[in-house]
């Protein structure tokens, strides 16, 4: 067998690139290194605002619990609850939550409870639309008078951007609608797909994410101003080491190749630092 023999000069080149080489596979292992901080706490309960169905909940989510659970070395498990009223219940009084994704008007009452915001989804907001079917004589916000409209319960920040829009141009509008309240977007968005309302209310990111055959039969008449994304805070149960595990967690998920698979599952840019003060004032404008 023929023996290579290299220069002196060459093979210590050779060497600094192995080495190097090696230091640069390192260093990606080590930015999706698993965690312990939070491992005591296992299992984690992950708290998600009954967006959509449950079975379309664990769909879009699970992903991300899945990604959470490996990187945080602890067992983390999504929950949510049969009603905004009722997840927003257990978020407060029984404080069921150990990390909490809520509406953003849901976040002020929750960190009066005690939760702790850590970061939210990097965007510049989301808003509310009013679709109806596409066949429909229903044009624009004024021909709603009178007509059958669904959306999501009372305390939605769905219903409440758009009984805003609404106010802002007739104040007696709101009032005229014959209104019938859904426990989510999509059973808002069907109601008048199936014909059971003449139109339907529903924050803009659940519409998007409908089946092409539902949003190829509806048109968007009116879209609100954008509130701030989603929140995502954590309880008292975990101490500031784990909090901060997760954070940094959520804000590196865009830099790894796994995390950018869970945010283009979910639609997300991802997530960034945040500040009490954007949902305070936001709220308060509501």
């Not at 905004?84 to 002020?108: G, N, V």
């Not at 009066?112 to 850590?118: E, V």
């Not at 009372?154 to 802002?168: D, R």
């Not at 080491?241 to 869970?262: F, H, K, P, R, Y």
Request: positive net charge.
């Amino acid at each position: 067998m023929k023996r290579w023999i290299l220069p002196g000069g060459i093979l210590l080149l050779v060497i600094k690139i192995i080495s190097a080489l090696l230091t640069n596979n390192a260093f990606a292992d080590n930015r999706q290194v698993t965690m312990g901080a939070c491992t005591e706490f296992n299992p984690i309960t992950f708290g998600i605002l009954p967006l959509v169905s449950a079975e379309r909940l664990v769909t879009r989510f699970t992903p991300l619990v899945d990604y959470l659970s490996r990187h945080l070395n602890a067992q983390v498990r999504l929950e949510t609850a049969p009603s905004f009223t009722e997840f927003s219940r257990r978020t407060i009084q029984d404080k069921r939550y150990d990390i909490l994704f809520t509406a953003p008007h849901f976040y002020p009452p929750a960190r009066q409870a005690g939760y702790q915001l850590i970061a939210s989804v990097n965007s510049p907001g989301m808003r509310a639309i009013i679709v109806v079917p596409k066949q429909s004589d229903i044009s624009r916000i004024a021909d709603l008078r009178g007509k059958r409209m669904a959306t999501v319960g009372k305390k939605s920040l769905a219903t409440l951007l758009v009984k805003k829009l609404l106010n802002a141009q007739d104040m007696s509008l709101y009032q005229a609608l014959n209104i019938t309240f859904t426990p989510t977007h999509n059973a808002s968005l069907l109601s008048s797909y199936h014909g059971v309302t003449d139109a339907s209310v529903l924050m803009e990111p659940p519409y998007n994410a409908a089946s092409e055959q539902v949003r190829n039969r509806m048109r968007i008449i009116a879209k609100t101003d954008r509130a701030p994304h989603v929140p995502i805070s954590v309880g008292h149960r975990l101490n500031k080491t784990c909090a901060n595990e997760i954070t940094q967690l959520l804000l590196n998920m865009s830099s790894t190749v796994d995390g950018q698979a869970v945010l283009k599952h979910n639609r997300f840019p991802g997530f960034r630092v945040s500040a009490d003060a954007e949902y305070e004032t936001f709220t308060n404008n509501l």
